[in-house]
């Protein structure tokens, strides 16, 4: 068989030698697995990058906090459940960023360590994919309720809008019981507690809320996310509540499918 004349076979290799920078450069997109160090630690977190992914513009952020079942440090389980769930259904309902750090065992995201590294790695996200530090929003289930909120409370410059789902301010007895640790980072709930939430209210200011909780919730009961709403209604604050009747503690399979909630975080700028 006759060899190629050299012409031709120029015209072939150049193509695949100019066309491979242009696939060392893609920008993976998806979920990808990322590290943050904190304090000489190192903790694996993931973050959602949108398919159409372009540095062309900003993006905004969503900061999501997993519940007490994903804790570890494989950097994986708090994609299994919630917002990352919702995700994987059908992404393009998704044109955020979305950074999903996970709580070390037998803590809390109130914890100190743990909130700086969740804010770490927020950071590191927000920085490292072009995001938009006038849109950044914090969403959590369960634990990660609790976590939102303490976040909000105590960042409230730094959030666009939140969502805490099934979350509170208060640990409710049955689960002071199953996590004694917890019995010195959150003090029961005093006899009168209208000052505490009303405290809590003064800090969130008109940051806006969406609030989700399953009205029959026997692990996180539902009162605590009522009077949330009640003192952020009456302190004159931007807040929204959604009750599902006939629902349990998980409530974040409904909220995370919420047709209206990633168009209602989107509409909110700092």
Known sequence: MNSPPPIVLCSLIIPLILGSPARATQQETGFLDRKVSVQASDYRYQIFVPDNWSRKKKWPVVLFLHGSGERGSDGLLQ????????????????????????????????????????????????QEFHGDSKRIYVTGLSMGGYGTLDLAAKYPARFAAIAPVCGGLFLPAQLRK?????????????????????????????????????????????????????????????????????????????????????????????
């Not at 750090?101 to 927000?126: K, Y």
């Open 178 to 270: 199953d996590h004694p640790e917890l019995s010195g980072e959150f003090p029961e709930e005093p006899a009168n507690p209208a000052k505490a939430y009303a405290d809590f209210a003064a800090k969130i200011g008109k940051q806006p809320v969406w609030i989700f909780h399953g009205a029959d919730d026997d692990t996180v009961p539902v009162e605590g996310s009522r009077k949330i709403y009640s003192a952020l209604k009456a302190a004159g604050g931007n807040v929204r509540f959604t009750e599902y009747p006939g629902v349990g503690h998980n409530s974040w399979d409904k909220a995370y499918l919420e047709p209206e909630l990633m168009n209602w975080l989107l509409s909110k700028t700092l």
């Open 79 to 126: 994609t299994d459940v919630g917002l990352p769930a919702a995700i994987r259904r059908d992404r393009t309902r998704f044109p955020v960023l979305v950074v999903m750090p996970q709580c070390s065992g037998n803590r809390w995201w109130t914890d100190p360590l743990m909130e700086e590294m969740a804010l770490a790695a927020l950071t590191a996200a927000t």
